[in-house]
């Protein structure tokens, strides 16, 4: 029995929900989202409540399904009434980014700028040169434009320079000893 599947998602006033054959629509002020409903779970709105109901329990898949879908619905209601935000830093002597149209430009230490073209559902803004923020109302998209990002230049251990995760702690290695006695 799904603990999270089984919690109803509470629909806030200016958010509008459709069911329509296969498909949840769930409309917002800042935008519009869409879902597959999975085989063997039903999806009902329920005075001002969606619930996800599982009709094969006994079904590993669908359990996993189960709780799935919910945390789906779930986001995309937070998506199209708050939306989502990710922010990265970059951190390291000359690393710097600039936004020129729909192409975020990245200076990492490489021999070249690296282009990042910018999905049109998103938004990204740079702050002082090294703060990146990305908004968007669909968390997967925000999440994966977010990780691009970072995996452009990674943190590393020893310095800890690199495109990071506002936040993010990076364990530092200690360096080479060198010739301590000599």
């Given at each position: 029995?799904?603990?999270?599947?089984?919690?109803?998602?509470?629909?806030?006033?200016?958010?509008?929900?459709?069911?329509?054959?296969?498909?949840?629509v769930?409309?917002?002020?800042?935008?519009?989202?869409?879902?597959?409903?999975?085989?063997?779970?039903?999806?009902?709105?329920?005075e001002?409540?969606?619930?996800?109901?599982?009709?094969q329990?006994?079904?590993?898949?669908?359990?996993?399904?189960?709780?799935?879908?919910?945390?789906?619905?779930?986001?995309?209601?937070?998506g199209?009434?708050?939306g989502?935000?990710?922010?990265?830093?970059?951190v390291?002597?000359?690393?710097?980014?600039?936004?020129e149209?729909?192409?975020?430009?990245?200076?990492?230490?490489?021999?070249?700028?690296?282009?990042?073209?910018?999905?049109?559902?998103?938004?990204?803004?740079?702050?002082?040169n090294?703060?990146?923020?990305v908004?968007?109302?669909?968390?997967?998209?925000?999440?994966?434009?977010a990780?691009?990002i970072?995996?452009v230049?990674?943190?590393?251990?020893?310095?800890?320079?690199?495109?990071?995760?506002?936040?993010?702690?990076?364990?530092?290695?200690?360096?080479?000893a060198?010739?301590?006695?000599?």
């Open positions: 029995m799904s603990r999270i599947g089984n919690k109803p998602i509470t629909i806030p006033k200016d958010v509008e929900v459709k069911i329509e054959d296969k498909r949840i769930i409309k917002g002020p800042k935008g519009e989202l869409e879902e597959r409903i999975l085989p063997g779970i039903r999806v009902e709105v329920i001002g409540l969606i619930k996800v109901i599982n009709d329990p006994e079904d590993k898949q669908h359990r996993a399904w189960h709780g799935l879908l919910r945390s789906l619905l779930a986001n995309m209601v937070q199209v009434t708050e989502w935000k990710k922010e990265l830093e970059l390291g002597v000359g690393y710097r980014a600039k936004l149209g729909r192409k975020l430009i990245l200076s990492v230490g490489y021999s070249h700028n690296v282009e990042i073209e910018v999905p049109e559902d998103l938004e990204v803004k740079v702050d002082k090294t703060q990146i923020t908004q968007g109302i669909d968390k997967y998209k925000v999440g994966q434009l990780a691009n970072r995996a230049r990674s943190p590393e251990p020893y310095k800890g320079k690199g495109i990071r995760y506002k936040g993010e702690i990076v364990r530092r290695k200690a360096g080479k060198g010739k301590a006695g000599a």
